[in-house]
């Protein structure tokens, strides 16, 4: 295969390259900025499976496979392929109601943190807006001018499996022709927290079996959580300040207020009716009081947002990638522990030839058995790579692949390698770690006293 070149058009910026190219079983890639030098990664991902398995994948076709995801990824987050300088596909810069959204759109997202300096000044001056984070699947409604539509957070147009969603949309009067609203698809347990599974379940699923699962009632109909407007009527809302556009959130009802909590059972929560499109619920917090509200509910979080913040040209892009707006960020609570690393994985890209990441375990408090909790590989600066690098091989340290290898290590055999992080949640069926982040080594620390907070 020649080598395919990919860009990525950057406002004042010169613009990103990305080549990639296959020879038989093995690809290579450049990248770099436009006339710029160039850095080169190369891959040989090898066979897949058994040799006499059905499911045995040859080299080449595995490298083929390989080559196809990166290009997948490369154009998902606003890739343009070019061939002889030129670009081989129209670039979209507008909104067009009477044609499908266009699949390089994609609408803002929060910033990932805030300084505690900028969240007081915020709640000061009285512009702090505390909603409610939710652990669902993002998705975009749009009504044009021959219907609603909805679409995922990748562009992919999935308006089958929402027959009742669509019936209720049509109800909002509000909302008419060339508006584009952003919300979350959620599921919730009785005690009113986040059913990622079930979320999860239900949107990757093919349509017919997603409405297979409500019917029998393995999944409740999913509610959407609207959290803001990109359009209203056709008009462009990027110049409106957070309070104008939450004006048009506050026709619905609060999703809290849809909820019986007293009657819920045991199996699903109870809901007051039936109709499922709901605004995000406002909190009156503060910087010293939103976490132990998030962790004492069981949320993921809060978003908080300048209320007289406007989003201006990071409200939505048609590059494939979100950008993240000034005046909005996430606010998720941090849990940490000490954790004994018991195995090691290679690493890729920059971190070929070094540890790409580590497989930790603690005590069950319920059986006094060490247990994997899965592996952890952020958080990690360029120094603490290779200190670990160095540590694993000076304590040999077993070098796996994935949960099968992990399974088959001794856990009880202890390397005094103790370190602590910090993570978000545990997930629900395996108290695995969820997105944890490695924080620092703890030398102070023993095995023995890493114990499970489960």
């Not at 196809?68 to 343009?80: A, D, F, L």
């Not at 709640?123 to 993002?138: I, L, P, W």
């Not at 909190?283 to 209320?307: C, I, Q, R």
Request: with cysteine.
């Amino acid at each position: 295969m020649a080598w395919k070149e990919f860009r990525f058009v950057r406002d004042g910026k010169a613009a990103l390259v990305w080549k990639i190219e296959q020879n038989g079983d093995t690809y290579r890639t450049q990248h770099g900025q436009l006339d710029g030098a160039m850095q080169e990664y190369s891959d040989t991902p090898g066979s897949k499976g058994l040799t006499d398995s059905a499911a045995f994948i040859t080299p080449i076709y595995n490298c083929t496979f390989h080559v196809s995801r990166e290009i997948r990824k490369k154009t998902e987050n606003g890739y343009i392929e070019y061939e002889n300088g030129k670009p081989l596909t129209e670039q979209i810069d507008g909104i067009d109601f009477d044609k499908p959204l266009p699949k390089c759109f994609c609408s803002y997202k929060p910033q990932t943190s805030i300084t505690d300096v900028a969240l007081a000044k915020l709640h000061k001056d009285k512009r702090d807006r505390y909603s409610r984070k939710y652990d669902g699947c993002c998705h975009v409604l749009v009504h044009h001018t021959y219907g609603w539509e909805v679409y995922t957070r990748r562009m992919d147009e999935t308006t089958s499996r929402f027959p009742k969603l669509i019936g209720q949309l049509n109800e909002l009067k509000q909302f008419g022709k060339g508006t584009i609203i952003v919300g979350e698809l959620m599921c919730l347990k009785p005690d009113g927290t986040d059913d990622f599974k079930a979320i999860s379940r239900f949107c990757r699923s093919i349509p017919e079996e997603s409405r297979r699962l409500v019917k029998h009632g393995d999944i409740h109909e999913p509610i959407f959580v609207m959290f803001d407007t990109l359009f209203h009527n056709g008009r462009d809302l990027k110049n409106k300040t957070y309070d104008d556009r939450s004006k048009l959130l506050k026709t619905l009802p609060p999703l809290q207020s849809v909820i019986d909590y007293e009657i819920a059972t045991a199996d699903k929560p109870f809901y007051k009716n039936e109709f499922r499109i709901v605004s995000v619920d406002y909190y009156d917090l503060t910087p010293d009081t939103w976490e132990a509200f998030a962790k004492e509910a069981g949320w993921e979080g809060f978003v908080v947002t300048d209320g007289l913040a406007k989003s201006g040209n990071k409200f939505y892009s048609f590059s494939g990638k979100a950008k993240r707006p000034k005046g909005c960020h996430k606010l998720k609570p941090e849990f940490t522990e000490d954790c004994v690393v018991f195995a090691a994985s290679q690493g890729t890209g920059k971190r070929l030839g070094r540890v790409g990441a580590l497989w930790i375990k603690q005590i069950d408090p319920n059986t006094g058995k060490f247990v994997s909790y899965g592996k952890v590989g952020s958080g990690f600066t360029d120094e603490d790579i290779d200190f670990f690098s160095e540590k694993v091989k000076e304590l040999d340290v077993p070098f796996i692949k994935n949960e099968r290898e992990a399974s088959k290590i001794d856990m009880e055999n202890n390397y005094d390698l103790v370190i602590e992080i910090k993570y978000s949640e545990r997930q629900e069926d395996t108290n695995k770690f969820r997105f944890p982040v490695f924080l620092r080594l703890r030398t102070d620390k023993g095995p023995k006293e890493c114990v499970a907070n489960i």
